[in-house]
């Protein structure tokens, strides 16, 4: 199978990328990443003790993946900025998914801020991966200002509610060119399984895995349901109908035998 | 992994059904049945022509796989039966699923009929598998009948309308010791996976995969889909929360750098 | 406006229909009675002391209004048909809503049992009104058996869940010539609104008033959005589009100006 | 009742507002407007030949409604000022429905243009009411340049397909200070009822009231739903359960009994 999303440059195999928070315990992370297939893994910057030799949550991660850095807890563009520069001047590399959010409460991103950030970092060879609201007009300015790809959310970080931002998401999916990754709300496989029926590049699960009774478990069928969603996406679905429809003949079994 | 699926004393990997019509060409069928995964197939017996050396669909069912004729076109509970009884007379097994229809605008199972083909023919030594309307009462109507399992609809045959029943199908899950297959109705895997989610025991697609421009790509994706639901409701899902709750504490970052 | 629903030969202006159960206190009636307009209300007659001169839930219906005795609490046909005689004979009239009801987790109403109950008393003379799980074939058997509409439920009774059941109840109002009237799981008026866009008859609301911290503003609720959603129905709904349509013409405003 | 609905020192007692847009014949207008009960219209000014004497859209306004011009066809900020003042200009009051749209497929609302324009005339003594899609910090940024109330769009317009956006849109009212109006996609009564329930301060209807085959009635269901959902709110819905909830005792009616 040839179907490789390319992010940056990087040829992917696994749709699916994964996080590093709300483990109950981090070494739990290499199964998990495992388990998920996936080769893409964020992590928040300000969780990585960049001075520490050990008991950091970089020793969970496998070696073989490719790190994505997050600005988690910044609130403006220029803690973004900051942030960023941080991350690569550690060795993390120059991938970076954005997080701006100033609103404690409902943890949404700040697009404008958003949109700042992103031209600042792509200016500085960064591979920007913007986490945003679904607005069809902040996806075009995540785009013309150099961003890799647009991360929007399906429902608030951490809630597990699923794929509520369905019409947006389709939409962003419609007008944009760039790979569409939905990020954040996707508590159950059956939910970023439908994402990727619809045509996204990809989905990000953190908390839909880590506060599963068995993460590792979950994580594989994260795995699975991407996988299948995207399979799902190039086979086609077929129509939908109002009214029922046999599956073979209804008349003449019976009847036709002598 | 050892999760398997009992039915009539067969142990099952697989928790996808898969059927044989409206299938453009039948010998697709093998290629389809290899990517589901699929260890149990359905055939309507008027399909199948018994006398026939040749041209036939049951040239195209791979001889490793579980036969599950089904009564498709009785329209009574005599004509149930005879079809089963013919069925097992030409050698198809003595699995039976049950479909006794008599509205050709919704296709709608019947459900007082059904139950009494569920009586006649487990008493015969058929394992019973009868497709219904999702009715507490019905199911344990036919739990006590002696059904092998209960196979409730999605949604209509045919619609690819998805998991419309829902309500009533976790109700029969939460009620039953039976395993809960649901039928019919499923059109993209998104739909397959939530009904595992759920604790379905297996889900059975036809009209999913035949009427997708590339049925066995779109075979593989609900097979992936169907484990991955499965998987997930082992695992436990998270709770889901109404509002949002950090990946990581939000506070601290740059202000605690020196 | 001559839109009236026509139920054992009585024109009913309202469409919607209230209970009596679960207020704090019984005086509110009333008040919640005349608030919604209703002029169909029904009552466990097990709450109703046949007996007692005074201190009855029956002290608070309205004289106005049509009583529809229900048969809350029966567990087998036989139960059912007692309780409507008494009923009838305590001179409470000769309508009747059937409930039998035999598994106290789900409170889902027996099919087969109503549909004994419903032929039985409709041969008596009552007017008979079964409440149901929306199955085509039960509401079949229903009309057979000379009911006077049926109560296809929303949801689980008490549950304030919706409209959970829109799938079959859509499919009852495409079959029957008989009144649907959805009863049961409508916590909200937006639900009873949509059931009657969906051509409903009428809805009957027991727990969605009830169960609201001020019964009598939310009986008036329900009462407009019942009106609403069956004006919505007589209008006609225009079509739900796939893309966006502007409201008039999009070019030419300030370009066509001098 | 004294639920008054404040915008711009006005209080108004309908929280319905309708349009213009898209009547077969602009003849209808006024027996929509009383039918809806609506006491806020608005107008896309460029369909107002501000020099006819006659042959009008204007000359079906009722003259005791509230006129709100909106600046429907202005691709950039400048665009929408220069409507606006015009419309002023012509007597149309000091109300503007701002919306600024540069996507011509899905008509999406530009949420920076908009936050400009509303800096603008709110500086200028309007009454600002933008129409935008449901973003929190755009909401907050509007608010923050005076708008009057934010108006987020339940669905792309013209589309009748709902309240997609609910999500968000309850996030807003849970943040905003400011009454949250929904407008754009509402084409069924139960959609506007439910956003009521939400707790919306008010629903704009335009193309679900005029895409009707009766808009006339279709005007009054939507009356009759905004009311109905504003009172729910109002009155508090009761809990919605998991399990189903008796509405009365459901032993000892018969045991009881000598």
Redesign the interface.
């Known amino acids: 199978m040839d179907d490789r999303l390319e992010i940056g440059g990087v040829q992917l195999d696994s749709r699916l990328f994964i996080?590093t928070?709300?483990y109950g315990d981090d070494a739990l992370i290499p199964a998990v990443a495992e388990a998920s297939g996936a080769q893409v893994i964020t992590v928040?910057?300000?969780?990585v003790d960049l001075g520490a030799p050990t008991g950091n949550v970089m020793d969970h991660i496998p070696s073989g993946m490719r790190l994505l850095p997050n600005t988690?807890?910044?609130r403006t563009a220029e803690?973004a900025v900051?942030?960023a520069r941080l991350a690569r001047a550690a060795g993390c590399g120059d991938w970076i998914k954005i997080e701006v959010?100033?609103?404690?409460?409902?943890?949404?991103p700040?697009?404008?801020e958003t949109a700042r950030v992103t031209e600042i970092l792509a200016k500085e060879g960064f591979v920007v991966l913007p986490y945003m609201?679904p607005?069809?007009?902040?996806a075009r300015?995540l785009a013309d200002a150099g961003a890799a790809a647009v991360m929007p959310l399906g429902?608030?970080?951490?809630?597990?509610?699923g794929l509520?931002?369905?019409?947006?998401i389709a939409?962003l999916i419609?007008?944009q060119r760039l790979p569409v990754i939905v990020d954040a709300g996707l508590?159950?496989?059956?939910?970023a399984?439908?994402a990727m029926?619809m045509g996204a590049a990809a989905c990000l699960v953190?908390?839909?895995i880590?506060?599963?009774?068995?993460?590792v478990?979950?994580a594989?069928?994260?795995?699975?349901?991407v996988?299948?969603?995207?399979?799902?996406f190039?086979?086609?679905?077929?129509?939908?109908?109002?009214?029922?429809?046999?599956?073979?003949?209804?008349?003449?079994?019976?009847e036709a035998r002598p």
């Open positions: 996080g928070g709300k928040a910057l300000r969780r988690s807890g910044a803690e900051r942030i959010i100033s609103d404690s409460r409902h943890l949404l700040d697009g404008y609201n607005d069809l007009y902040v300015t429902a608030p970080i951490g809630t597990n509610r509520r931002t369905k019409e947006m939409i419609d007008d508590g159950r496989p059956s939910q399984c439908e029926e953190n908390t839909g880590a506060s599963s009774a068995d993460p478990r979950m594989r069928a994260f795995g699975d349901a996988r299948a969603g995207r399979e799902a190039l086979a086609g679905a077929g129509a939908t109908r109002t009214t029922a429809s046999a599956s073979s003949p209804l008349t003449g079994f019976l």
